[in-house]
């Protein structure tokens, strides 16, 4: 299992934000083959690709991947209530296949009711910030809220 410490250095959760804003200023379309490179190194261009470079996990050369998968972003997170959702938390689906696995990077709560703002990468569209119902549209029981192991806390 990967440790938070052997997969990637301590980040404040402004810096995930920021990080995340440069996908979102580059456009960066969805590809789980092929990969983005800006200030931030070289991701896959996928929904964890995009939250490996948020988190300033390793991207290529070092990973060949180009960041975790789902599964390796939930071995360095923690499982979080939903109350305590901040800035540059997740919320993820790590089973079933590359086609359902599913991650974005929680930005801050809507005025309405059980909604939220996220940073997104998914299929068919590129980079956004996207208003969503919690815990995502219609999947609630398959999406769990997540906070980085290395995430700096005030």
């Not at 990080?19 to 983005?36: G, I, N």
């Not at 219609?138 to 806390?153: F, K």
Request: aromatic letters at 10%; charged letters at 25%; one cysteine or more.
């Amino acid at each position: 299992m990967t440790t938070a410490r052997a997969a990637g250095r301590q980040i404040s959760r402004s810096e995930i934000v920021e990080r995340a804003c440069s996908w979102l200023r580059d456009a960066v379309p969805y590809s789980q083959t092929k990969f983005h490179q800006n200030e931030h190194g070289i991701y896959r261009a996928d929904c964890s690709g995009f939250v490996s470079m948020a988190w300033g996990l390793p991207g290529k050369p070092e990973d060949r991947h180009g960041g975790l998968d789902t599964e390796g972003l939930a071995d360095v997170s923690s499982l979080i209530v939903a109350d305590d959702l901040r800035a540059g938390d997740v919320i993820i689906r790590t089973d079933g296949t590359s086609q359902t696995r599913h991650v974005v990077i929680f930005a801050a709560w809507a005025e309405e009711d059980g909604r939220y703002w996220a940073y997104e990468q998914a299929g068919g569209q590129r980079t956004r910030l996207r208003h969503i119902a919690y815990p995502y549209d219609s999947a609630a029981e398959l999406y769990l809220p997540r906070r980085y192991l290395s995430v700096l806390e005030p």
